[in-house]
């Protein structure tokens, strides 16, 4: 991902979108309808032109998002964005809960507990009030979204929001969910930990001030969201009664398309990550600037690290012991495979089989619980996510 590229700035960015646009539609997308026209060329045969269509434009933003730092406005963490229909707050940072290794690479980074924004997700119909205290039991979604830790956002008004409708929509026992809006990474600005100091306040938010049960919390991360969700589960099984006022650990994990290995361990020929390249939209994670930009000034060692990579193969003794119940889906189309497959077998291996559950959706690219019309996947996967909540 080429951050902080000359094209990034103004007025060089908007005629570069400008022209990437018109090449998009006059010569791209026709050049993509012939070359997928038969099911013999198609990525997948199964994948009709517009599934084809579908991954070949999302590749090509994400990949135009990383040249010119973005397409289009997107809210982050510098400012709540009230509007019709969205509910926000902003949330405290917990400097009293920060301490250990994670506290001594905040103190390195440079980077503090601050105030962020979160928003609610709630139920059509469900008549909620905005942070209300929870029903005896009642279950709630803490949401961390993906986009490599350097795109995308938590607000409602954006495409990340179709993940948590998504689960609303098809889960009875849930109600409501909660998104924190985390700090991105940037050239110099808010390496890690930082997101994992704002992934801690939405936490503590969740538990100490709303009064949810830590048992009644389910996290669920997709992609670098799934990372997050893990680092701070980690975090919070690590240091669980080293300080009084730090919540106990979640009760439940759903990891969408998991990013779980930012070292690039996996990407070797004849694996996934080379493998599925034509049937996803993302590159290799190991050839992603972004992953150095989130490493920041401790350096690129710091990828080979439990609480970054757990998934790594450069990571030795990675334990789980301690971690929730887990719920793990994923594309077999998807260059993650590998990687998440070695994450899967660390986690089972540590809390047990039965405690993680596994969805492999056939012919599905990395995190398309995003695409609303990615069918019949992303149905299916919802519909297990809602059985497995639902037996918690």
């Given at each position: 991902?080429?951050?902080?590229?000359?094209?990034?700035?103004?007025?060089?960015?908007?005629l570069?979108i400008?022209?990437?646009?018109?090449?998009l539609?006059?010569?791209?997308?026709?050049?993509?309808?012939?070359?997928?026209?038969?099911?013999a060329w198609?990525?997948?045969?199964?994948?009709?032109?517009?599934?084809?269509?579908?991954?070949?434009l999302?590749?090509?933003?994400?990949?135009?998002?990383?040249?010119?730092?973005?397409?289009?406005?997107?809210?982050?963490?510098?400012?709540?964005?009230?509007?019709?229909?969205?509910?926000?707050?902003?949330?405290?940072?917990?400097?009293?809960?920060?301490?250990?290794?994670?506290k001594?690479?905040?103190?390195?980074a440079?980077?503090?507990?601050?105030?962020?924004p979160?928003?609610?997700?709630?139920?059509p119909?469900?008549?909620?009030?905005?942070?209300e205290?929870?029903?005896?039991?009642?279950?709630?979604?803490?949401?961390?979204?993906?986009?490599?830790?350097?795109?995308?956002?938590?607000?409602?008004?954006?495409?990340?929001?179709?993940?948590?409708?998504?689960?609303?929509?098809?889960?009875?026992?849930?109600?409501?969910?909660?998104a924190?809006?985390?700090?991105l990474?940037?050239?110099?600005?808010?390496?890690?930990?930082?997101?994992?100091?704002d992934?801690?306040?939405?936490?503590?938010?969740?538990?100490?001030?709303?009064?949810?049960?830590?048992?009644?919390?389910?996290?669920?991360?997709?992609?670098?969201?799934a990372?997050?969700?893990l680092?701070?589960?980690?975090?919070?099984?690590?240091?669980?009664?080293?300080?009084?006022?730090?919540?106990?650990?979640?009760?439940a994990?759903?990891?969408?398309?998991?990013?779980?290995?930012?070292?690039?361990?996996?990407?070797?020929?004849?694996?996934?990550?080379?493998?599925?390249?034509?049937?996803?939209?993302?590159?290799?994670?190991g050839?992603?600037?972004?992953?150095?930009?989130?490493a920041?000034?401790?350096?690129r060692?710091?990828?080979?690290?439990?609480?970054?990579?757990?998934?790594?193969?450069d990571?030795e003794?990675v334990?789980?012991?301690?971690?929730?119940?887990?719920?793990?889906?994923?594309?077999?189309?998807?260059?993650?495979?590998?990687?998440i497959?070695?994450?899967?077998a660390?986690?089972?291996?540590d809390?047990?089989?039965?405690?993680?559950?596994?969805?492999?959706?056939k012919?599905?690219?990395?995190?398309?619980?995003w695409?609303?019309r990615?069918?019949?996947?992303?149905?299916?996967?919802?519909?297990?996510i809602?059985?497995?909540?639902?037996?918690?």
């Amino acid at each position: 991902m080429a951050l902080g590229t000359n094209v990034a700035r103004q007025p060089f960015k908007g005629l570069y979108i400008g022209y990437s646009l018109l090449g998009l539609w006059l010569v791209r997308v026709p050049y993509w309808s012939v070359r997928n026209l038969l099911p013999a060329w198609r990525p997948r045969r199964s994948w009709s032109i517009l599934r084809c269509l579908q991954v070949s434009l999302a590749r090509y933003f994400v990949q135009l998002g990383g040249k010119v730092g973005g397409v289009g406005r997107m809210p982050d963490h510098r400012a709540l964005e009230l509007g019709k229909g969205v509910d926000g707050l902003y949330v405290d940072g917990v400097p009293e809960l920060v301490t250990g290794d994670v506290k001594k690479w905040a103190d390195l980074a440079g980077v503090a507990p601050t105030r962020i924004p979160g928003y609610w997700y709630h139920k059509p119909g469900a008549h909620v009030v905005m942070g209300e205290q929870p029903r005896v039991g009642e279950k709630v979604v803490y949401c961390l979204h993906g986009g490599g830790y350097v795109s995308h956002s938590a607000h409602p008004a954006t495409a990340y929001a179709a993940v948590p409708r998504a689960l609303l929509a098809h889960t009875p026992a849930l109600r409501r969910a909660f998104a924190i809006e985390y700090r991105l990474v940037g050239p110099g600005a808010h390496p890690f930990p930082a997101q994992l100091l704002d992934a801690l306040a939405g936490y503590s938010y969740l538990v100490s001030t709303v009064g949810f049960s830590p048992e009644n919390i389910i996290i669920v991360g997709d992609s670098a969201g799934a990372n997050l969700a893990l680092a701070l589960t980690r975090y919070l099984v690590s240091y669980a009664g080293a300080l009084p006022l730090l919540p106990a650990p979640p009760g439940a994990l759903v990891l969408l398309s998991p990013w779980g290995d930012l070292t690039g361990s996996h990407d070797t020929p004849g694996s996934t990550a080379f493998r599925h390249a034509p049937s996803d939209f993302i590159s290799a994670p190991g050839s992603n600037s972004s992953a150095s930009v989130y490493a920041g000034p401790h350096g690129r060692a710091l990828l080979a690290n439990a609480y970054v990579s757990p998934a790594s193969k450069d990571v030795e003794h990675v334990s789980f012991k301690g971690f929730p119940r887990t719920f793990i889906s994923l594309g077999d189309a998807e260059i993650l495979a590998d990687q998440i497959e070695t994450l899967r077998a660390r986690l089972a291996a540590d809390v047990g089989e039965a405690r993680v559950e596994t969805f492999v959706s056939k012919d599905a690219c990395h995190d398309f619980l995003w695409f609303e019309r990615f069918e019949p996947q992303r149905g299916e996967v919802l519909t297990a996510i809602s059985s497995w909540i639902g037996s918690l």
